[in-house]
C-alpha cells in the first residue's frame, strides 16, 4: 500500500512554477505529514461543497422562488457554514486560502476568492 501511495518529489523547476503560479498550491506530502495532508485535503473538500451549496442557494435566490423567510434562514445557514469552516481551518493551522490545492494540469481546485 505504502508503494501505491508514494510520490515522486517535485523537480526544482516545478517547484519554481509553483511558487510562480499564484494562490493555487501543490501539496507536499510525505510519511512524517501525511496526517496534516489527510486533514488539509478533506477541508478543501469540504470548502469545495460549500461553495457549490452556496452557488446554488444565490442561484434559487435569484429565481425569486424562495419566500424572504427561506431566504433569511439560507443566508444564515450559509454564514453558519463559512464561520464552521474558518473555525476548522483555524483548528488545524491553516487559512481558507491555503486550501486552494493545485492537483496539477488542471489547476487549482476552489475558484480565486472575491
Same mark, same amino acid.
Given at each position: 500500500? =505504502?508503494?501505491?501511495?508514494?510520490?515522486?518529489? %517535485?523537480?526544482?523547476? $516545478?517547484? =519554481?512554477?509553483? #511558487?510562480? %503560479?499564484?494562490?493555487?498550491? #501543490?501539496?507536499?506530502?510525505?510519511?512524517?505529514?501525511?496526517? @496534516? @495532508?489527510?486533514?488539509?485535503?478533506?477541508?478543501?473538500?469540504?470548502?469545495?461543497?460549500?461553495?457549490?451549496? /452556496?452557488?446554488? =442557494?444565490?442561484? #434559487?435566490?435569484?429565481?425569486?422562488?424562495?419566500? $424572504?423567510?427561506? $431566504?433569511? /434562514?439560507?443566508? +444564515?445557514?450559509? *454564514?453558519?457554514?463559512?464561520?464552521? *469552516?474558518? /473555525?476548522?481551518?483555524? $483548528?488545524?493551522?491553516?487559512?481558507? +486560502? @491555503?486550501?486552494?490545492? @493545485?492537483?496539477?494540469?488542471?489547476?487549482?481546485?476552489?475558484?480565486?476568492?472575491?
Amino acid at each position: 500500500m =505504502a508503494d501505491a501511495l508514494r510520490l515522486l518529489p %517535485a523537480t526544482p523547476a $516545478e517547484e =519554481a512554477a509553483d #511558487r510562480a %503560479a499564484g494562490p493555487g498550491h #501543490r501539496m507536499r506530502t510525505g510519511p512524517d505529514t501525511a496526517g @496534516d @495532508d489527510l486533514v488539509k485535503l478533506v477541508l478543501t473538500l469540504v470548502e469545495l461543497l460549500r461553495q457549490l451549496i /452556496e452557488r446554488q =442557494a444565490l442561484r #434559487r435566490v435569484d429565481a425569486g422562488g424562495l419566500s $424572504e423567510e427561506q $431566504e433569511e /434562514e439560507l443566508g +444564515a445557514t450559509l *454564514m453558519a457554514l463559512h464561520d464552521r *469552516m474558518t /473555525e476548522l481551518c483555524t $483548528e488545524h493551522g491553516y487559512t481558507l +486560502a @491555503d486550501l486552494n490545492i @493545485d492537483p496539477g494540469p488542471l489547476g487549482p481546485l476552489l475558484p480565486p476568492s472575491g
